[in-house]
Structure formats: structure tokens, C-alpha cells
């Protein structure tokens, strides 16, 4: 059933790193069995996903091409006006599979303590903090920008192809901070390659109980990262239903919750909100939230 799969985020140099290659692998490991398919990760990067896009929406709606994205496909219609994609109108939703908390971590170099040292030292030095993401686009790139906004600071974005020489250069110290998922995050700050200071969500998430909330640190930021299946549009609903379903089943497994839940300390969607029509609306009630966000927090098209 499924030839090619685009994982177009976060997949540079590192694939490794990268949360949609991390979750992209897991779900394609576990359907091929059960469609009795070869499943191939291609990563596809450029203008944070957009180049991955675009070749999909050209592919043949044949259930044999699907890309692997989060609300970055949302995000890249603002920033790439003249991109020629439409998320809600030239994709079909496949399915969803995990919703992930964004860690805010900090270059050991840095010398940051915890989130209000990080805002103390960006009010007295406006634009000198420098925060990595995967590019425009990127859901990095919005929560950055987000994050900016809310704690009334200043920061230079620094924008790379794909999260994996970002982190690379917040591991070397080169950068002194960066916002994304916990897949990627994680594991450096359990390694002490990097210092988490601060997690998206309600509560500490228990993988890492000495990491505050963003609200405990002072900022009102609570972003979480769904991810999930998309297809080419027109690809037919007996398609999509049976990928789905493949999909679900791996979801259910244990071994598909232990990585998801336990090593990356993420979500996994319930059966209404896993198939077609439950993704679908997921995207069409995030478009709307993702437009109000970029309008409130300025950020401004990249071509």
C-alpha cells in the first residue's frame, strides 16, 4: 500500500534527532507487516517543509506517497504565500498519531539557570539571545516567535535546514537556546548534552520532574505538536481507511505506547480523533488557531 513515505520536517543531517523521522520510522516499522508492504523514509527538507508539500501534492493520489507532518503545514501557507499550497484544500488527512509537548533547552555554555534567568538576561540584552530552529515554517520557528511575544523579549531567530544542525550547534554552545519537541529535546537534556528549563503543558511531564512548566517560569506558553498522515487530495476513502486502520492497530500496541508515551513523553490520540474524519477536523480547528497566532505575534512571510 505504501511505496514512498516524505517525512518533510525536521530531517536534515541528523535524522536521528528529528521528531518526525523518530515517529515517521516507528509507524512505518510497525504497518509494514500489516499492509505486507515495504514502507520507505524518504526525508524531504527545504522552507520548513514546504518542498516536501509540494512534491506530494503533485504525487499520485494513490496511497502510495504520504507525508509526515505536524502543524507545520499549517504554519507554511503564511509564511510562503506564493508557495501554491493549501493544507485544507490540497491534502487528504490520513491519520494522527502522537501530540507532542515543545521544551524550551539551553546550551550548557550559556550559564542559564532556569526561564526567569533567561528572560532577565533578554530584557537587559534585546536581541543578543540567539534561539536555533529548523527553519521557517517550522513549528519551531512559531513557538519561538510565540515564546518572544508572550515574555515581552527579545531574541534573534537563527534559522537552519532541518533541527539537526540546530541542535548541533546548541550542543556546541554556538547557539544559546532552542524551543521544540520532547523526541528531540529529551534526550539531550537526560544526556546533559544540553539544560531543559522549561515544558510545555499543565503539570511536569515525569520523564523529566525537575523541568518546570513555561507557566511556572512566568510565561503563558502552552503549545503541544500533533503529528500525523497526510496524503495527496482525491486519494479515495477506501484508501485512506484501510492506512488508517493499519496505522490504529500499531498505535494500540504496546510497544507502540511505550516509545511514544513513556520515551518521548507524548500523546496518543484516541480512536475518535485518529482516522480521516477525526485529523480532519483537527487540522480545520487548528488552521484557524495557527492564523490567529502568526497575525498576533507578527511574524511576516518569507518570500
Known amino acids: 500500500m505504501v511505496r514512498h513515505w516524505i517525512a518533510a520536517l525536521y530531517l536534515a543531517l541528523f535524522t536521528s534527532l528529528g521528531c518526525g523521522d523518530a515517529l515517521a520510522r516507528q509507524i512505518a516499522q510497525g504497518i ?3 499492509l505486507k508492504q515495504p514502507v520507505v523514509v524518504e526525508n524531504v527538507t527545504g522552507a520548513g517543509g514546504l518542498v516536501g508539500f509540494q512534491r506530494l501534492t503533485k504525487s499520485e493520489p494513490d496511497g502510495y506517497t504520504l507525508n509526515f507532518s505536524n502543524m507545520s503545514l499549517l504554519i507554511i501557507p503564511h509564511l510562503y504565500p506564493r508557495g501554491g499550497f493549501d493544507p485544507l484544500a490540497d491534502l487528504a488527512p490520513v491519520a494522527s498519531v502522537a501530540t507532542v509537548p515543545m521544551v524550551f533547552a539551553v546550551s550548557n555554555a550559556s550559564g542559564i539557570r532556569d526561564l526567569p534567568d533567561l528572560i532577565g538576561r533578554m530584557k537587559q540584552n534585546p536581541g543578543k539571545t540567539t534561539l536555533g530552529n529548523g527553519g521557517p515554517g517550522t513549528t519551531a520557528h512559531l513557538a519561538q516567535a510565540l515564546f518572544l511575544n508572550q515574555a515581552k523579549v527579545e531574541g534573534t531567530l537563527v534559522q537552519y535546514r532541518g533541527t539537526g544542525p540546530a541542535l548541533t550547534d546548541l550542543m556546541s554552545g554556538t547557539i ?4 521544540d519537541q520532547t523526541v528531540t529535546l529529551m534526550p539531550l537534556h537526560l544526556d546533559k548534552r544540553a ?3 522549561a515544558v510545555s503543558g499543565a503539570k511536569r511531564i515525569s520523564q523529566m520532574p525537575d523541568v518546570p512548566t513555561f507557566a511556572e ?4 506558553f502552552d503549545l503541544a505538536i500533533w503529528n500525523g498522515l497526510v496524503a495527496p487530495k482525491g486519494t479515495p476513502r477506501a484508501v485512506l481507511d484501510k492506512i488508517a486502520a493499519a496505522v ?3 498505535m494500540d500496541s504496546p510497544e507502540y505506547r511505550d516509545r511514544v508515551e513513556k520515551q518521548f513523553a507524548s500523546q496518543i490520540p484516541g480512536p475518535a480523533e485518529r482516522g480521516p474524519d477525526g485529523f480532519r477536523r483537527l487540522l480545520e480547528q487548528d488552521a484557524a488557531r495557527v492564523s490567529t497566532l502568526v497575525k498576533a505575534i507578527g511574524l511576516q512571510p518569507a518570500n
Open 248 to 250: 490504529s492497530q500499531v
Open 195 to 197: 539544560r531543559a528549563i
Open 217 to 220: 517560569g512566568g510565561v503563558p
Open 32 to 34: 509494514q507487516p500489516i
Open 176 to 179: 544559546d537556546g532552542v524551543i
